[in-house]
């Protein structure tokens, strides 16, 4: 067994739940205060009532999965990117206390939503300037500073927010009825615009700047074993605008369709990195951890995921429907 391809398959897993689950929970909190009434904010938050939480858990598991499988690169990620890490955690801090006080607040309600569309906000930003500044690289060396405030992590930001904002309104599609599931359709609209634009300007960026990535999707026979990707891509794409626009026929479908653009982005990404745990610098190779440390973890996580899945699946199943006014805590 390849303990660092096996290693890196359960690290992409982690973060595709992560992006995929807690990802429409941080996208309503960014789409918020687009929100018209108090009736359509406060639906919104009780949809994610049951869920937010448990969906925070594979964001600690993607972390310490980095950490038991890869230290070399948990010690680089966390130590050149401390300030962004840390903010995106009293970030997540602002969204939890929102969801336990506001449905109690009366007359401090509107800080509660503000608290809860900045953690929300914040979060996503930081988790996509800590994407971009990966992506862009990061030097080994600890002499070397690296600059994670720059025009390619801030686009990778913004795209992030859109992508997180187009989840979470394709989540309210699915959880809604009337007024408010009118006003997730026309603001899922031109989110997915922000996200298809995101997605061309940071793919042509890494086609200009990064030779090894141009080399590894341009080159033949690569371009004809990768060209699916976008071709789906696309395909998808013209499917999510159909199935927005239509509402009297699909309820699940857009927030389906959002999550598998996801998926096909974050393969585009692993595409053009692999082998690399930090992009040109440090490959999964060289990062894995000792095989006694591996094989040992292996067990626990084999264990964990089927667990984690079963309760989610569980809680997604009981508070399955439409979510109205009277739903929540």
Known sequence: MDWAITWLMILGFGVLMYVILDGFSLGVGIIFPWLKSEQQRGVAMRSLSHVWDSNQTWLVFGGVVLFVAFPQAYAVVLSKLYLPVMLMLIALIFRGVAFEFRFKAESSRRWWDFSFA????LATLCQGIIL??????????????????????????????AGYGLLGSCWLIQKSEGDLARQARAIALPLLTCVLVGLVIVSIWMLVKEPTVAERWLSTPNLYFLMPIPVLTAVVTIALVKAINEPEKHHLVPLLLAIVLFALALVGLVVGTFPYIIPREVTIWQAIAPDSTLSFAFVGVMIFIPVI??????????????TNEADGY
């Open 118 to 121: 900045f953690g929300c906000t």
């Open 309 to 322: 899945l079963l309760y989610n699946a569980f809680a997604y199943r009981v508070f399955w429907g439409k």
């Open 132 to 161: 971009g500044t990966l992506v862009q690289g990061i030097k080994v060396d600890p002499s070397v500073s690296t600059s994670w405030l720059t025009p390619f992590s801030a686009i990778t930001a913004l795209s992030l927010l």
